[in-house]
C-alpha cells in the first residue's frame, strides 16, 4: 500500500484529541519527555506491526538524549492535496491535529 501526503489527515478543533487522546498528554517536565520517547517508538511499532519495517534501533548515550530509528516508510514529503503549498511532512510538524492515524486506511493497528 502506498503512502503519500493524500493519507495525512488535518483534523479541526478537538476532534484530534477525541479520537486519540494518549497523543496529547504530556508537559514540560521528564514525564512529558517520557511521553515523547514512548510516542515516538510507539510510531516505529506501528511501521512494523503494518508490514512496513522490520527494525527499529533505539540509542540512549550518556548524555541523556534518546535516538529512535526504524527502516519504515519515514513521514511524506509530498505536497498536502489541502494545502498544495505545503509538504505533507511541515503540515505534521506544525499543524495540530495534523497525521496519518486518525482513519484506518494507513494503519489498520495503532497504539498512538
Known amino acids: 500500500m502506498s503512502y503519500d501526503a493524500s493519507h495525512i489527515e488535518v483534523l479541526e478543533g478537538l476532534e484530534g484529541v477525541r479520537r486519540r487522546p494518549g497523543m496529547y498528554i504530556g508537559g514540560t ?9 514512548a510516542e ?3 510510531n516505529a511499532t506501528d511501521e512494523v ?3 512496513h519495517a522490520n527494525r527499529i534501533e533505539v540509542t540512549l548515550s550518556r548524555e541523556g538524549s ?7 516508510r519515514g513521514i511524506p514529503v509530498d505536497s498536502h492535496p489541502r494545502y498544495p503549498e505545503k509538504s505533507a511532512l511541515e503540515i505534521i510538524l506544525t499543524k495540530l491535529h495534523a497525521g496519518g492515524k486518525f482513519h484506518n486506511q ?3 493497528t495503532s497504539g498512538g
Open 29 to 37: 517536565d521528564l514525564k512529558a519527555l517520557h511521553h515523547l520517547v
Open 40 to 42: 515516538i517508538l510507539d
Open 49 to 51: 506491526v503494518a508490514g
Open 66 to 72: 534518546v535516538a529512535i530509528a526504524d527502516n519504515g
Open 106 to 108: 494507513s494503519y489498520t
